[in-house]
């Protein structure tokens, strides 16, 4: 998704090719790439576009404020089954589904899903609704057990 919205990003920000690969670590020759739809961003300098412009419109549109949990559920952090501790989403998500303890929510503005417990810790983020309804039925049914995304 950042690569095919990096040169709305870029502009957005009124950068020029040059400062912005600077920024993202990659070379000119690479982002003329990528904003041309030739190339995708690599892992890292998605995530640090992502993160280092969080705030302009063209990512909160992408991603609202869930940059860095995105980030965190991707790179594999999380401890004891769940990811971290959530606000429980009562501004920005939405309640699709309450099963075995797990509530699937859906973000307002990015239409993202994500599963968190009772006491609001995360355990699954995704964007296909299928695949986060299944999670859900797999959490309900062996109670947040298995580590596995």
Excluded at 89 to 105: A, D, I, P
Aim: charged share 30%.
């Amino acid at each position: 998704m950042v690569s095919d919205k990096l040169r709305l990003i870029r502009a957005d920000l009124d950068l020029t090719q040059d400062k912005m690969a600077e920024l993202i670590g990659i070379s000119k020759k690479t982002l003329v790439q990528v904003e041309k739809g030739r190339q995708t961003l690599g892992f890292t300098a998605a995530g640090l576009t992502a993160v280092l412009f969080r705030k302009s419109e063209i990512v909160q549109a992408m991603f609202g404020e869930s940059v860095l949990e995105i980030l965190d559920l991707v790179s594999g952090k999380r401890r004891s089954g769940a990811w971290y501790k959530t606000m429980g989403g009562k501004v920005w998500w939405t309640e699709m589904q309450r099963s075995g303890g797990f509530c699937l929510q859906k973000h307002v503005l990015t239409g993202h899903f994500r599963i968190i417990d009772e006491d609001h810790f995360l355990h699954y983020y995704s964007m296909d609704p299928s695949e986060a309804h299944k999670r859900l039925r797999e959490l309900a049914e062996d109670g947040g057990a298995q580590e596995g995304l």
